[in-house]
DNA sequence: GTTTTTGCACTGACCAGTCAGTTCAAAAAT
DNA sequence: ATTTTTGAACTGACTGGTCAGTGCAAAAAC
């Protein structure tokens, strides 16, 4: 569809300029251009239905392009979505190691840093629903081809929790009897599963209830030992 | 569900005994036994591959029937797999409710509740590892069938959460001003992936360890007003 | 004798991946 | 400055295969 005319070429949409590959000066913008509708379209699609419900004819329709460009530029529908999560993973993770550099900076304790890392989180959500939920679905299936990938970036995000708590450790301001492995994961599944929850079911919430809801449990005021109120 | 060697009954698992429809005295236990190693076939296929990558041939084959058995059980291949849905948060529902239950007998606060949940929840999860993996897999999926089965079924869940809170705060053990919808998904996000990474990335860890963790992160141990070491 | 299961052939829809051909802007030739 | 060539990017009809679901007669279980 889409004869197309004289194809009035979608300048350079420019959504964000990752790790944009080459671009030798003359760069094949285009061919980025393309890609970037491909990941935009397939996200969404993969999200709601799953990678296997998702059919390529449905990937190219949504992206306004033929079938044949979408193996134009990848190899196939599983690369196409391994490439996906690598850009994705690469962002929240570069997000979250800002975040806590930022504290760092700023002088602030490693409870800030988690603090901060946890609004980062919250704010990767909000931006981009539709990735977080593949994430989710598809991290802890065996047997997948893009098990490795999904190891490899699953491994690259959460070191960077896992970095804070063992500084934190170190500096006396968390106890050196936490399971560092395991307080990160559980910290990851608090922002993950709190912030799904807060897309799908109460998205009239604002970014600050629910970080504020967060905060709260991270630093023990829930059950902890608190101070009236 | 999880075929889990031969079955010898560990502890009393009580797999159904749900709300197993009629039963009238003589029931027909063998129909009932057939879908229940159908859904023991599907769950883990399931979890591995997700739905749409499964086949009913390979849910037949490995239950042990025939194709036709299926579809003389039950209707579709989603029939069967929003029963399987319904059949396991039912177990995991009264686990929850039994937990909580028996701490109030035993005259315990509701943060030894929360706690008891923490470990009912981990049991669970360590019984029916796939289970949980589906569920995690699908719940924030829209545009499905069983999206309303699902939305039940998960309200179910977290009502139980939701309660115990409540109740907390009514009797001044837990702050006011925390958010319990958003507390509770939090709770159950952090039980949840710390679960799932314990089974997937350290299984040679003990129930108790992961139990540990996550107690100190509820009682704010971690990074809340704490005691030395 | 009724219920449940089996085995197996069949259908029709659907889908990943292919490939011969088209488009067009920029480079090269004139 | 005009024409010709090039090749990267894109197209969409087509293929070979897969799979949910059906139909049914005979066997097994109860």
């Given at each position: 569809m889409i004869p197309r005319g004289p194809d009035r070429g979608a300048v350079a949409v420019r959504i964000?300029?990752?790790?944009?590959?080459?671009?030798?000066?003359?760069?094949?913008?285009?061919?980025?251009?393309?890609?970037?509708?491909l990941y935009e379209a397939a996200v969404t699609l993969i999200a709601e239905q799953g990678f296997s419900a998702t059919t390529v004819d449905e990937i190219a329709?949504?992206?306004g392009v033929a079938k044949g460009t979408v193996y134009y530029n990848f190899a196939s529908k599983s690369v196409l979505f391994e490439e996906l999560?690598?850009?994705?993973?690469?962002?929240?993770?570069?997000?979250?190691?800002?975040?806590?550099?930022?504290?760092?900076?700023?002088?602030?304790t490693k409870v800030d840093a988690l603090d901060a890392m946890i609004r980062a989180g919250l704010v990767f959500i909000d931006r981009y629903p539709a990735f977080t939920q593949l994430y989710v679905a598809?991290?802890?299936?065996?047997?997948?081809?893009?098990?490795?990938?999904?190891?490899?970036v699953r491994q690259q995000a959460v070191a960077v929790v896992e970095g804070v708590l063992r500084e934190g450790?170190?500096?006396?301001?968390?106890?050196?009897?936490?399971?560092?492995?395991?307080?990160?994961?559980?910290?990851?599944?608090?922002?993950?599963?709190?912030?799904?929850?807060?897309?799908?079911?109460?998205?009239?919430?604002?970014?600050?209830?629910?970080?504020?809801?967060?905060?709260r449990l991270l630093q023990g005021r829930v059950s902890g030992s608190h101070q009236g109120h």
């Open positions: 964000d300029a990752m790790e944009s590959s080459s671009a030798t000066s003359s760069g094949s913008t285009r061919r980025e251009a393309t890609r970037q509708k329709e949504r992206a999560l690598r850009h994705g993973v690469g962002l929240l993770t570069a997000s979250l190691r800002d975040a806590a550099a930022r504290t760092e900076r700023e002088g602030g598809e991290l802890w299936r065996t047997n997948r081809a893009w098990q490795s990938t999904l190891m490899m450790i170190e500096r006396g301001e968390f106890s050196d009897e936490i399971d560092v492995q395991l307080t990160a994961a559980a910290l990851v599944g608090m922002v993950l599963v709190a912030a799904l929850d807060w897309q799908a079911f109460q998205p009239e919430r604002s970014l600050d209830d629910v970080h504020a809801a967060l905060s």
